[in-house]
């Protein structure tokens, strides 16, 4: 007997990032190393304030903690945001479970079934996945690696608009692409929300991820439209915490936050333990941070530098996030990501990548694209990078020069 | 500049349970002792195997977990499942953030838009804030106070059935109602369910909460139905640890796993380190498991005896969980445990609890109803039952008896 499954549940992928784990997992079963390029899980240390916050944390009930987030942390989170010169009072800051629940609930309220939101692809892989199972369509904006992803004109922009969009949802810096918005670009993404009454929903969980002292600003920086953008954010890049799943939500529309206060108390609250760790973690020194920078934009410099090496590699060099996507001289790149895993080796080591083909919503785009992330340290990253290279030189369905972009 | 928010979030109702706690504090605030009546968060102790595995955790990177859960803690599931004769493989569980988002996933991988899930009324009242977020409707099952809230015939049940019925949600034992259904009640929703292709999602918590030496069986010890039932459980009620935030997913029907782990990727994981107090928790003796089911027999009888005492209150004795609903002689439940609050103590101090209109599907059911949570130690709660029956006394919206049901 079969369970008939909704539409909604049938039409949603498997992960394009996690899929080939398991083939992953069969290569080094069979003793192969394998360089993760594929995933965006950092080797830095974790500040020791977040187990050490949690050690201490000596109550006798595990109990639940408020629907909105603990206020400790939320006072962390506002004080954190004024370095950064953005001004949210306590009721306006949502904690959430992870970027991910932040993401789904700010579409939630915005959008209803058959409601549209923009997006620029490729995007992270995710967006597909929440917006399916909320019945939400993604417009794409499409960008380029030969453009280094930077967005296409204001009517270019402004013609897919329709009066079902909501919402424009996008990653600053940039995930999976690694492009910093241009002041120049946010303006212009201000006066199409302000004229087409629509909401920014901005996911800047990269914001410390900047590169070549490029001034960073934030869509919560742009006054004119304050009260219609929202700020999606997250400790598991900017402290290294994946897995303690706490993101936020910043809006400095208070009606936003009272309405997804339901949505808060319907999952009753994020961990409480978590929220004491975090706590901890958004009192780390800005030592840290730079430090952290630092050490990623030596290995962008290291994954550029070999990707420039690479006949038939075509990529801008990324300025944020620890992501690019490049066009590779190959058939198809999930066949080559594959390939890479079950058929090539170097001295037994090979290296894992993302076929970027699930970081669009326009079928067809990113066939021969992959997402690299660059968050091995620098000596297993160059290692990584050769081997990639010998893959590129080696693999059976190499093609004369990657397919250019429409 | 207002945003236009979307119909899903409007129709969502800020959780009864939660929505007067501003009330609560604000008696709190001029020195009011408050007896919370009014939320299911246990005092019982946590077993201190959870904090102890989480401060014995050393690794120096906060990771990512496995999307479908910690396989040690998956492994501690099916362990404990196996002491109630349910059979589960490691792939046929998945670990969610919390029961909240085991029955969200559940739902969604079973419903689209527009499509009906049955529930028993009254329910959990978060049930409407799941359904109303991803456009499902509940059919609700009207059940009565004077009837221990036991279901009605299956010609009754069967009337509301549409092509668009895709499953029965209830939790047994039952929150807010404290009802056991019997095994001739469970073969009832066995029928209905083979015969219009439906699917019965459990939300089975409260699992250990039975009292009075009844027997309990889960909806998973049912064969003929293993295909096409769903197991909701989570750690927060039977091991006190409500802060937790874990829960999980269990069904024999591998294509249900499957389907839903693409939900699971979606939001990456589920906190690393609580998924270690978690697979210690479920390691916890049975000897615990008894003691606390003793407690709460012990504070149900304290409970429903002071209720038989109460003139005007109607409602059976519950067998389960740690809730009751009661009918009482007021004209409206709200108004009256916001009086309570607000304009009444004895001795400086009053009780709260929580109106069950909300805990309905149906407009004008519960009004003169509440809900009780008996997680308060003994002393407390005879001191919480002697105020609230020297409030209904002195309330002054006082009816001669409550509204019978229909």
Not at 68 to 80: H, M, N, Q, R, V
Not at 192 to 203: C, E, F, G, S, Y
Request: aromatic letters at 8%; proline letters at 6%.
């Amino acid at each position: 007997m079969s369970v008939r499954f909704s539409d909604r549940i049938n039409a949603m992928q498997e992960s394009p990032i996690r899929k080939l784990v398991p083939i992953a997992n069969a290569a080094k079963a069979k003793g192969k190393k394998v360089y993760h390029l594929n995933i965006g899980q950092p080797d830095i240390i974790t500040p020791p304030s977040f187990l050490k916050s949690i050690r201490e944390f000596d109550q006798e009930v595990i109990a639940y903690a408020t629907s909105p987030g603990d206020p400790k942390l939320i006072e962390a989170i506002a004080a954190y945001y004024k370095t950064y010169d953005m001004h949210f009072e306590p009721d306006e800051i949502l904690v959430t479970n992870g970027g991910s629940e932040a993401l789904m609930f700010a579409m939630m309220a915005l959008c209803d079934p058959g409601d549209e939101v923009m997006v620029p692809e490729p995007f992270y892989a995710n967006y597909n996945a929440f917006t399916r199972a909320i019945n939400v369509k993604i417009v794409p904006i499409t960008t380029k690696a030969e453009e280094g992803f930077h967005l296409p004109s204001e009517a270019e922009i402004e013609k897919n608009i329709t009066e079902k969009t909501r919402a424009i949802v996008l990653s600053n810096p940039g995930n999976p692409t690694g492009v910093i918005y241009t002041r120049d670009e946010m303006d212009m993404l201000s006066r199409i929300v302000r004229k087409h009454d629509m909401t920014i929903i901005a996911d800047e969980v990269y914001r410390e991820f900047v590169y070549d002292g490029l001034k960073y600003t934030s869509f919560g920086n742009l006054p004119e439209i304050s009260d219609r953008v929202v700020i999606v954010d997250s400790v598991s890049k900017r402290y290294s915490a994946c897995g303690a799943r706490i993101g936020s939500l910043a809006c400095k529309n208070k009606d936003f936050s009272k309405q997804v206060i339901k949505l808060c108390q319907g999952r009753l609250c994020v961990p409480t333990l978590e929220q004491v760790g975090a706590t901890a973690l958004y009192g780390t020194p800005a030592s840290y941070l730079n430090e952290v920078n630092t050490e990623y934009q030596e290995r962008r410099n290291t994954l550029y530098k070999a990707l420039k090496e690479m006949p038939g590699v075509i990529c801008e060099e990324p300025k944020g996030a620890f992501y690019v996507v490049i066009k590779m001289p190959v058939d198809d790149a999930e066949k080559f990501a594959i390939w890479m895993l079950e058929n090539f080796d170097v001295d037994g080591e090979t290296t894992m990548v993302a076929p970027a083909a699930g970081f669009y919503a326009t079928p067809g785009l990113g066939k021969n694209e992959a997402r690299l992330a660059y968050v091995l340290k620098n000596e297993d990253l160059a290692k990584a990078m050769d081997i990639l290279k010998a893959g590129l030189e080696a693999y059976p369905g190499r093609i004369e020069s990657p397919i250019p972009s429409a």
